[in-house]
């Protein structure tokens, strides 16, 4: 496909290692180039500044998701499992499903639930005090598991499998690449084992998961629906919240004066989780599909267009954000795209909230300093900034 003659056209690949790993040295080059850009090795309309990410995040009748959020177009080629019946799907069906959805992730049992939540964080914090962790695995993986697949309701067996099937769905956004291939490769068992949990006859009565097939005995959609639906839970709920938290304690680390800042007003915890997810976002990128001609003032983005959406890059737009490139837990990141923006913003979004909160609440009292003791490792991943690595001294009072 050529491209728009009119449109700024970048030799920049948003999908290969270099730019995976250090995305925000990047971001400044798109979004200077323009509005709207082109970008030549992935073929793909892109939008990096905040006023024209979070427009189309919100017109949806005109930014489309049931072609997909990733590169993969529906219309033309096969996605690499059942579409999502929220995240890939436009309304009336998205009325519909997140109209059931919004009632099993309901704040009250996230209220019911937060005291234990709390418990479980100081526990697992009074366990590696002092000691050599590693960020991700010791906290960021271990704390999301100690109580997500519990909130959904999700058996024991094959729970090792969560994180793998996420990592899979976000590479699965990207184009055909290695990390796409080697997603796709190894989903088989992933997927398999997902899928047997999200089963009727393998969820807790009381999950989650059960009262999105209570929503089916009434009526409000098909079994079939039901297992998909928590299989949405499982998609996004992990992998997400691992590095969201991933993601926070190492700006922390590279922010000691911000932590102490959070210390002296503990009351700060929550700005501090939402300015993580403006600073360094984990979820960088998500497509959407023009479903007519999209004018601009110098031509148009044809229908059928798919359009890269740089969320992690508007939260650092220097016309939207002051001192944008600054991790400050004292701002207002309020309308950042982190968790996105319209009809498909998060459903999760309470959950990995109190998630890091409770984690906040126990670290606070008892964490002087989250001390980096050595070099950080990333994790490349198609849609998701991500650390396979964080070796972190939490050293005590
Ligand atoms: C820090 C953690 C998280 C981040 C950064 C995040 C980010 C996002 C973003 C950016 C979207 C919008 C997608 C779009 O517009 O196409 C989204 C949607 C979604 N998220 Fe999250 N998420 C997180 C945690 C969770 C959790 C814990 C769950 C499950 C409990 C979850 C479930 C979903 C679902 C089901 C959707 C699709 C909603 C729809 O299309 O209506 N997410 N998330």
């Not at 950080?376 to 972190?392: C, F, G, K």
């Amino acid at each position: 496909m050529a491209p728009p003659a009119q449109i700024p056209s970048l030799d920049i690949d948003p999908f290969d290692d270099a730019f995976l790993a250090a995305p925000y040295t990047f971001h400044g080059a798109l979004r200077d180039a323009g509005p709207v850009i082109w970008l030549k090795p992935i073929n793909c309309f892109a939008m990096a500044r905040y006023a024209e990410v979070s427009a189309s995040l919100k017109d949806w009748q005109t930014f489309v998701s049931g072609r997909g959020v990733g590169m993969t177009d529906f219309a033309t080629d096969t996605p690499w499992r059942p579409p999502s019946l929220l995240l890939e799907t436009d309304p009336p069906v998205h009325d519909r499903t997140r109209g059931l959805m919004n009632k099993v992730a309901s704040l009250s049992s996230l209220k019911t639930a937060m005291p234990q939540w709390c418990a479980k964080a100081e526990i697992l914090v009074d366990r590696l005090l002092g000691q050599r962790v590693d960020g991700v695995r010791d906290l960021g993986e271990q704390f999301p598991l100690s109580v997500f697949p519990d909130l959904i309701g999700i058996r024991e067996e094959g729970r090792e499998h969560l994180i793998p099937y996420g990592t899979t769905a976000f590479n699965g956004f990207g184009p055909r690449n290695r990390l796409f291939e080697e997603a796709i490769a190894n989903a088989a068992a992933a997927s398999a084992a997902v899928m047997e949990s999200c089963r009727r006859e393998n969820l807790a009565p009381n999950g989650w998961g059960m009262k999105v097939y209570e929503a089916a005995d009434r009526g409000d959609c098909t079994p079939e629906e039901a297992e998909r639906l928590v299989r949405s839970f499982l998609t996004a709920g992990l992998d997400t919240t691992v590095n969201g938290i991933g993601n926070m304690l190492h700006a922390f680390a590279q922010h000691p004066d911000q932590w102490a800042k959070l210390r002296a007003d503990p009351s700060l915890a929550k700005k501090a989780f939402e300015e993580s997810l403006r600073w360094d976002g984990t979820v960088q990128t998500f497509f959407r599909t023009t479903s007519r001609n999209v004018p601009l003032p110098d031509g148009h983005i044809p229908a059928g267009s798919k359009v890269i959406l740089f969320l992690a890059s508007a939260n650092r737009d220097p016309r939207q954000w002051e001192r944008s490139e600054e991790f400050d837990i004292s701002r207002s990141s309020s309308g950042h795209v982190g968790f996105g923006f319209g009809i498909h913003q998060c459903l999760g979004q309470m959950v990995a909230r109190m998630e890091a909160e409770a984690l906040l609440k126990a670290m606070i009292p008892r964490v002087r300093e989250i001390r980096l003791v050595g070099k950080p490792v990333r994790r490349l991943n198609n849609t998701l900034h991500a650390l396979a690595s964080l070796p972190l001294q939490l050293l005590a009072d």
